[in-house]
């Protein structure tokens, strides 16, 4: 395993440390002796979850911040916007930025639709209504709503690449999604613990 691990490119190396963290998710001491692994090293990664997902930490702040909102999202009902953003920490550890804003941005919207019971609505018709039912603030509905139409607007997030690459989308933009996506679906989730909408 050892001679694996230091031939292979990091993020083979981060799918091997996720895959057994998973594997071995209920033995506390080996699980304890990975985050220890990814603290003392100084990873620029940490072990999120469940399930164990090894996530872009950011800034220390910031990566405690996300955990956090990802441990208090996973004790709710938000289950589908929990998925999704599992989902959005395994494609930032691919480098797949594209892919980690859509998962992100799926995750608010889940939560929204979750909550208002509104399934087949879009995202800003789901805030709209949160902010008509549950008296969300015009201006987080506002600032959800455009980065909903970034998402929309930026070539390759929500609609297919014609003729290039995005260079406009990278990892900063996706750590950024991830992260404000997790605290805003946190937020609902404390904001309106009593929903309880199957997802």
């Known amino acids: 395993m050892k001679k694996i691990v230091l031939k292979s490119a990091y993020d083979d190396v981060i799918e091997i440390v996720q895959s057994l963290a998973r594997w071995f998710s209920d033995d506390r001491f080996l699980f304890s002796l990975l985050e220890a692994a990814f603290e003392d090293g100084r990873s620029p990664y940490q072990l999120i979850g469940p399930p164990p997902t090894v996530a872009p930490k950011g800034m220390e702040i910031e990566g405690h911040s996300v955990a956090s909102d990802l441990a208090e999202i996973e004790a709710s009902?938000?289950?589908?916007?929990?998925?999704?953003?599992?989902?959005?920490?395994?494609?930032?550890?691919?480098?797949?930025p594209r892919d980690a804003i859509r998962e992100s941005i799926?995750?608010?919207?889940?939560?929204?639709?979750?909550?208002?019971?509104?399934?087949?609505?879009?995202?800003?018709?789901?805030?709209?209504?949160?902010?008509?039912?549950?008296?969300?603030?015009?201006?987080?509905?506002?600032?959800?709503?455009?980065?909903?139409?970034?998402?929309?607007?930026?070539?390759?997030i929500r609609h297919a690449l014609l003729n290039s690459d995005n260079k406009d989308v990278g990892m900063d933009e996706a750590l950024f999604m991830f992260?404000?996506?997790?605290?805003?679906?946190?937020?609902?989730?404390?904001?309106?613990?009593?929903?309880?909408?199957?997802s």
């Not at 992260?179 to 199957?198: G, N, Q, T």
């Open 106 to 156: 799926h995750a608010v919207e889940s939560a929204a639709k979750q909550i208002t019971g509104l399934e087949k609505a879009t995202l800003p018709d789901a805030l709209r209504a949160l902010q008509r039912q549950r008296g969300l603030h015009p201006a987080l509905r506002e600032a959800f709503a455009r980065l909903y139409s970034y998402t929309s607007d930026e070539k390759g």
């Open 179 to 198: 992260s404000a996506s997790a605290a805003f679906v946190s937020f609902l989730a404390r904001k309106f613990p009593d929903e309880d909408i199957a």
């Open 77 to 96: 009902s938000a289950k589908g916007a929990f998925t999704h953003l599992v989902s959005a920490a395994e494609a930032l550890n691919r480098n797949e």
